[in-house]
């Protein structure tokens, strides 16, 4: 689930009748559609696999997206962008097959992309020899060359929004003091590209392989321990503590993390999630227990923010 504050529950823009044989006639000449599919997932993008027979008989899958009336991430241009330089630098992303920003075929903007085979998986034990995958596939994320990449935007300060997200209770008025205090929260080290919602249900495992890295639609440039932080509080939603602590190991041991900028950074995740999470229609038991997280997260990150 994304700690992205933007990111609301999951919308479904209404698409005209016989859209999907036009889509597929205008990029796939030749194709006739077998099945359409609308893949759980995707928050702020309709999502469709789009099972086809080709002009030479093959079955082939490809992956609608569509940045429909609710869409709040990148431009379809930019994403576009972000996945062809993506899939230059081995990096499990979905090959981007094609743009369409016209409205000709659809109401909205969208890409179609390569189906990549897989499913995601929560890992619940903190054992789970994923979780350290987890971390790996993340490092090469972080390690991957800048030069190149498409106009991003900045990710290098939890400050500026973070007092929207802090919570009003009394508990954190201490917290909030000393990070007012902070003139700001920069990053000093070089900037890294950032996934931006590295989590279980954007990774697709394939006998216990990664196979798949989706929805770019929140990356930049920055401090990959956004990232770090981000994934952690999602891992401890699903594996506990125990899981957290795991993954973090992990990373630390292929790009050593600076315990108090992470967790300036796990403090501006968990408070922006449980600020969020209410617009995420979540089951309420689930919502309870995932509040319960992120506010101890907060309270023990804040421990390090001296």
């Known amino acids: ?3 992205n504050p933007l990111k609301t529950g999951r919308v479904q823009t209404p698409l005209p009748e016989g859209a999907l044989d036009s889509v597929l006639a205008a990029h796939l000449p030749g194709a006739r ?4 599919q609308r893949l759980s997932g995707g928050v702020s993008a309709d999502i469709y696999r789009l099972d086809t027979e080709t002009a030479a008989r093959a079955t082939e899958s490809v992956v609608l997206r569509i940045h429909g009336d609710h869409h709040n991430g990148h431009p379809a241009a930019l994403e576009f962008d972000i996945l062809r330089a993506a899939a230059g630098l081995d990096l499990c992303a979905p090959r981007a097959l094609a743009l369409d920003e016209s409205r000709l075929h659809l109401p909205h903007p969208y890409l179609l992309l390569e189906h990549i085979g897989g499913e995601t998986v929560a890992p619940t034990n903190p054992d789970d020899p994923r979780i350290v995958q987890m971390a790996e596939a993340l490092a090469r994320v972080h390690a991957a060359p800048v030069a190149g990449l498409p106009a991003l935007p900045a990710r290098d300060d939890p400050l500026p929004e973070l007092f929207g997200f802090l919570p009003q209770d009394a508990e954190f008025g201490a917290l909030r003091a000393r990070l007012a205090g902070m003139a700001a929260a920069r990053s000093d080290g070089p900037a890294t590209l950032l996934h931006g919602d590295f989590w279980p249900g954007n990774i697709l495992w394939q006998d ?3 196979t798949g890295i989706l929805d770019w639609e929140d990356s930049a440039l920055g401090d990959p321990l956004s990232d770090v932080a981000c994934t952690a509080l999602e891992l401890r939603y699903v594996a506990g503590r125990e899981g957290a602590e795991c993954f ?3 990373y630390d041991c ?4 600076a315990p108090r900028r992470l967790a300036l950074w796990q403090i501006y995740v968990a408070a922006a999630g449980q600020h969020s999470m209410g617009a995420w229609g979540l089951e309420p038991a689930r919502e309870a227990h995932m509040r319960a997280t992120a506010l101890s997260v907060i309270r023990e990150a804040s421990a ?3």
């Open 254 to 257: 292929l790009r050593p993390i």
């Open 33 to 36: 559609l077998l099945k359409a």
């Open 248 to 250: 973090l190991r992990a």
């Open 304 to 306: 390090l923010v001296t």
């Open 1 to 3: 689930m994304s700690t």
């Open 208 to 210: 216990e392989q990664i």
